[in-house]
């Protein structure tokens, strides 16, 4: 089992950005696709980007063109880019470990989860 664990969420203006990493630890990052997801209160955890070990990535329509996904293997980290921030993204960020096939955009396609981390957004 893999274990994962985030850094970098804080509050910022919107426009601004913040970079999330997590960091694999425990078992094999190989071959894993790794995601993120988020959950506003009083909302359902959503999908918002992942990276398969290909380097192929996918991004939730609502986050398109502002946040960027990517891997550095030898570090067994993942980040999580956000730009352009909207009050809208404010919601504990979650990231998730798993060879997700075409449920890559499904919680069901993760096996293993971090703790999340807070990002704040205030207008």
């Known amino acids: 089992q893999v274990q994962l664990v985030e850094s970098g969420g804080g509050a910022v203006q919107a426009g601004g950005s913040l970079r999330l990493s997590c960091t694999a630890s425990?078992?094999?990052?190989?071959?894993?696709?790794m995601g993120w997801f988020r959950q506003a209160p009083g909302k359902e955890r959503e999908f918002v980007a992942t990276i398969r070990w290909t380097d192929s990535t996918y991004y939730a329509d609502s986050v398109k063109g502002r946040f960027t996904i990517s891997r550095d293997n030898a570090k067994n980290t993942v980040y999580l880019q956000m730009n352009s921030l909207k009050p809208e993204d404010t919601a504990v960020y979650y990231c998730a470990g798993g060879y997700a096939g075409t449920s890559y955009s499904h919680s069901r396609g993760y096996t293993s989860w971090g703790q999340g981390t807070q990002v704040t957004v205030s207008s």
């Open positions: 425990g078992s094999t990052f190989s071959g894993y696709a």
